[in-house]
């Protein structure tokens, strides 16, 4: 089976940089994506990673180690709109989200 | 181009009730997957077509169905509502089947309230 971990709530102050771990267990690995989804709206892709290492884009980072199953979402600069849930998932599975509140 | 749509945006039914909802992906794409969005468990997935094949589905029952038709368009439907049905069912396309790694498009999801 296929399963993922992930942190429910947190909490950062504007400006700041904060991590968002998550851990799967998967029965293959196809890849892992984070989705960002802002309260009342769909979910929208953030990055995708495949290979081990960090992917940057702008402000936001995504690592993975497949041999840990583990993966992070790093958001830099934080502000104010990025208050929203950030999903982690393989295909077709996906974690029940970390919401994530910017404070001023 | 245009996204995701799907329709209607927010339905109210009463126990036993069916539900069929609608999604038309992005232009192009072949794959659609359907989730359900509960506070309590999240997105669970439903099942994913491609080119009207249901290619996975997810573990519900099987009151939870779907097809998907020639142009892409998908419907999924609820039989004998149960409560517990309530919840944004979201519909999302890509140009390949998920499984095969592809970001994923949400349409803005149809909230279902059974009562």
């Known amino acids: 089976g296929q399963n993922i971990d992930q942190p429910t709530e947190m909490t950062a102050t504007e400006g700041a940089i904060v991590q968002i771990n998550c851990t799967y267990q998967?029965?293959?690995?196809?890849?892992l994506f984070w989705y960002q989804q802002h309260a009342g709206e769909a979910p929208t892709f953030l990055s995708y990673n495949v290979l081990d290492g960090l992917e940057e884009k702008g402000r936001f980072s995504s690592f993975l180690s497949r041999s840990k199953g583990y993966s992070y979402l790093l958001l830099k600069e934080l502000q104010m709109k990025d208050s929203a849930s950030y999903l982690c998932?393989?295909?077709?599975?996906f974690g029940k989200g970390t919401r994530l509140s910017v404070i001023a | 181009k245009a996204g995701v749509t799907q329709t209607p945006r927010y339905l109210i039914k009463t126990r036993g009730q069916q539900v069929t909802l609608s999604c038309s992906p992005i232009s192009g794409h072949r794959s659609v997957s359907w989730y359900q969005q509960t506070p309590g468990q999240g997105l669970q997935f439903l099942f994913e077509?491609?080119?009207?094949?249901?290619?996975n589905k997810g573990n519900f029952p099987g009151r939870f169905s779907g097809r998907q038709f020639s142009n892409s368009r998908s419907e999924m439907n609820v039989s004998t509502l149960e409560l517990g049905d309530s919840a944004l069912y979201l519909c999302a396309s890509s140009f390949v089947a998920v499984s095969s790694y592809n970001e994923q498009f949400f349409g803005p999801g149809t909230r279902l309230t059974v009562l």
């Open positions: 998967t029965s293959g690995f196809n890849g």
């Open positions: 998932a393989v295909p077709l599975v």
């Open positions: 077509y491609f080119s009207e094949t249901q290619r």
